[in-house]
């Protein structure tokens, strides 16, 4: 059940309403349609059922080859035989692919199990990137290969001519996405290892150190697998954590915080503050403004709700740090899963504080926050301009 519900979620429960719709009832409401073209990224409506087929495909085929590929690696390591080794690959294909970071064992990825199945490791980490890199994007290079293979094909055999300009099919999404993934990915390994090479890194062989180093860099960025003891782990090692769970995947993935688009986005805009530069321009391309509102917007609103949630659980937790209720926060809010070993310990109203912070997480801040405002009516008049001192 919670296997199906990780699946469910991690697709996201409007797109599964919208094939049901689609398939079963042959059709769907129109601004239903819109929504759904603007969240899948498409250029006409006409696509969305072969789009959603395509996601579904997609999340099938990369859940089965990482369940097959984790199954060759635990094979004979479970007490429970073969039917429990292949549940156990199924289950896990879906919880990293999905970011939900839920285990079968206790002790998670290091459990005595698996603690020194390296290769486990990776293959949980690399299904984790996936996951969190989003349908677009996946969608976007699969475009690009079809492109490549096609046109290739065709300059061989004569049918057309070399390209005079090269077509762009790699969208800005697209470009940031994958440079803010690949920045985090590096960093947080490299930093991980430094931070962790005289502690939970001690001892292990270096293809050990490395795979750890490297799921213990993804799986912040909303995933929820442990590769050690959370209380374990050097100070560094936790705000790093806290930073990239704050950052989060990309847009449309299963994975959840702040979003790298969004982060990015603010980050030129801040750039281009401090230097005077109105427009935020990445590639020849200009980013749009209602763009740049729209992320400072979920930034905002994601602090406000933080601090809320902090303040509420410093009342009812007694003599807690506030930096461990912040990590459950950020953890909760940014639907990471990952704990001080302190969810246990929380009181019925924290544990309620906590689920809700989840349940906001997974809707999306901004969505959620949006809901509770009247749609404003665009006024064709100005009034002056006044500057305001920051």
């Not at 906001?360 to 509770?372: D, M, N, P």
Request: with cysteine; charged share 10%; proline share 3%.
């Amino acid at each position: 059940i919670i296997m199906f519900l990780i699946q469910i979620g991690g697709i996201g429960v409007m797109t599964f309403t919208s094939f049901f719709a689609l398939s079963f009832m042959g059709h769907s409401s129109f601004t239903s349609k819109l929504v759904l073209k603007d969240m899948l990224n498409e250029d006409r409506v006409s696509d969305l059922f072969r789009v959603i087929l395509n996601i579904l495909f997609v999340t099938l085929f990369i859940e089965g080859v990482g369940a097959y590929l984790i199954y060759l690696d635990i094979k004979g390591a479970l007490p429970g035989g073969t039917q429990e080794e292949l549940f156990y690959a199924v289950f896990h294909a879906v919880s990293a692919f999905c970011n939900a970071g839920i285990s079968t064992l206790s002790g998670n990825m290091y459990d005595p199990l698996v603690a020194h199945k390296y290769n486990l490791h990776v293959w949980i980490a690399l299904l984790i990137v996936f996951g969190g890199l989003g349908f677009p994007i996946v969608f976007n290079y699969l475009k690009l290969l079809r492109h490549l293979l096609v046109n290739t094909f065709r300059i061989a055999t004569g049918q057309q001519k070399h390209y005079i300009h090269t077509p762009r099919i790699i969208n800005i999404n697209t470009y940031i996405v994958v440079i803010s993934t690949l920045v985090l990915l590096a960093g947080g390994t490299l930093f991980y290892y430094l931070l962790e090479i005289d502690n939970t890194l001690a001892g292990l062989p270096v293809k050990g150190q490395l795979a750890n180093a490297f799921l213990g860099a993804v799986t912040p960025r909303t995933a929820g697998f442990c590769v050690a003891d959370m209380s374990t782990l050097t100070k560094g090692t936790l705000m790093l954590t806290l930073i990239l769970m704050i950052i989060g995947a990309a847009p449309m993935s299963t994975g959840g915080g702040l979003k790298v688009t969004t982060v990015c986005v603010a980050l030129l805009t801040a750039h281009n503050a401090a230097r005077g530069k109105e427009n935020v321009e990445i590639r020849k391309r200009e980013i749009s403004p209602e763009t740049i509102r729209r992320a400072f917007a979920t930034i905002v609103f994601y602090f406000c709700w933080l601090g809320l949630a902090v303040w509420l659980l410093s009342v009812t937790e007694k003599g807690v740090s506030v930096y461990t209720l912040t990590f459950e926060v950020v953890s909760a809010l940014s639907t990471v899963g990952l704990s001080l070993n302190f969810s246990p310990l929380l009181s019925v109203t924290g544990k309620l504080v906590i689920i809700f912070t989840m349940l906001v997480g997974r809707i999306g801040i901004l969505t959620f926050f949006i809901s509770f405002y009247r749609v404003y009516q665009k006024k064709n008049y100005t009034y002056p301009q006044e500057n305001i001192l920051m």
